[in-house]
């Protein structure tokens, strides 16, 4: 069956930077577009960053432009997400997920079909 394991969650403090990783199996990841979301207490989720399946064409949302890198590796079956310059509204459950409908620069978490479990990123003042 299909699994996405995230991990490198943790607590850093603002203005600092983590990195999450994601593991995927039991699909031909190299032809799936990769998303990550992010879900903070209270919150609804919401798209963070998306790769295509080639690795050639990253989108971001807005809030995360210019902070955020999202990269792949083909041959490891990872995606990851680097993540610099941390605020406290940067504090969420971060998922990664794979874009099962195969809609190009999908930013909605409906062309997401397969979830991780999430791993938390907490951001101190």
């Known amino acids: 069956q299909v699994q996405l394991v995230e991990s490198g969650g943790g607590l850093v403090q603002s203005g600092g930077s983590l990195r999450v990783s994601c593991a995927v199996s039991g699909l031909s990841f190299s032809s799936y577009d990769m998303g990550w979301f992010r879900q903070a207490p209270g919150k609804e989720r919401e798209f963070v960053a998306a790769?295509?399946?080639?690795?050639?064409?990253?989108y971001y949302a807005d809030f995360v432009k210019g902070r955020f890198t999202i990269s792949r590796d083909n041959a490891k079956n990872t995606v990851d997400l680097q993540m610099n310059r941390l605020n406290p509204e940067d504090t969420a459950v971060y998922y990664c997920?794979?874009?099962?409908?195969?809609?190009?620069?999908?930013?909605?978490?409906?062309?997401?079909?397969?979830w991780g479990q999430g791993t938390q990123v907490t951001v101190s003042s």
């Open positions: 997920a794979v874009n099962g409908a195969q809609v190009r620069t999908c930013n909605v978490d409906s062309c997401y079909t397969y």
């Open positions: 790769m295509h399946y080639s690795g050639g064409i990253q």
